[in-house]
């Protein structure tokens, strides 16, 4: 497949096989939908997380068993723009022991950040979890700085003890606790509290 020359290329990944997102056209038309993933959007969700893992370390990277995993289960959300290119993603994966729920692989394309697509996507997702699953608990990982704290926060999310994470879910790839200066927070939600507002976040 030929790759389109104005897609936002980072440059560490120009040399792997990936495909990569179809051609962004308007970065700045605002008209965007969410809408639950389905089995044709895999590929480019798996190259969004990657792209974006690979570039800050922000979120694990995923396989497509993993994306079409989540689109199966109906926990996996995207963002799409007026072309029907998907800029944003979020799932939720559900932990067996713990019963928790977590956000995962929640990113939205650099060239379509800050227009309130991620706090729109972490809502409906929100929303989500709660018609599917009922007053669940709700854990996410995030990296100190950034919109992702805020974006959580925002929402009814309060700081939890990275000690007090329950073990499997660091069988994926996070930072073990009590490894030091690993850059990560997490937080959690009862999905009861959630406040759904959008507060500043453009809404
Ligand atoms: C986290 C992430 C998904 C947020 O996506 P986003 O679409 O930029 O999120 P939003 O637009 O809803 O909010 C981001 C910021 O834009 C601001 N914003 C939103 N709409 C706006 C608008 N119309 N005009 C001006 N600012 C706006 C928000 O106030 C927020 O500000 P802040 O960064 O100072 O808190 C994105 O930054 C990302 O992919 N980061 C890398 C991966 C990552 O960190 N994931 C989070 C793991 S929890």
């Not at 990569?20 to 089995?39: A, V």
């Not at 022991?97 to 929640?106: D, K, P, Q, T, V």
Request: hydrophobic share 35%.
């Amino acid at each position: 497949m030929t790759q389109k020359s104005s897609y936002f290329q980072y440059p560490s990944l120009k040399s792997n096989n990936e495909k990569f997102m179809p051609t962004i056209k308007d970065p700045n038309n605002l008209d965007f939908k969410i809408k639950k993933s389905t089995s044709d959007d895999a590929a480019a969700i798996v190259s969004l997380v990657n792209q974006e893992s690979e570039r800050s370390g922000a979120v694990l990277r995923i396989s497509k068993d993993e994306a079409i995993k989540w689109i199966a289960n109906g926990t996996s959300l995207v963002a799409k723009d007026v072309y029907g290119c998907i800029v944003g993603h979020i799932s939720a994966n559900v932990w067996p022991a713990s019963g928790y729920i977590e956000l995962r692989s929640f990113v939205v394309n650099p060239s379509f950040r800050k227009k309130g697509i991620g706090i729109r996507l972490v809502i409906n997702m929100l929303k989500s979890i709660k018609k599917r699953y009922g007053d669940r608990q709700i854990i996410s990982f995030t990296n100190k700085f950034g919109s992702g704290k805020r974006i959580l926060t925002a929402n009814g999310f309060k700081p939890f003890d990275y000690e007090k994470v329950p073990k499997e879910l660091f069988s994926i790839g996070m930072p073990h606790r009590g490894k030091k200066e690993h850059g990560y927070m997490v937080f959690v939600l009862k999905c009861s509290n959630a406040k759904s507002k959008l507060n500043n976040f453009g809404g």
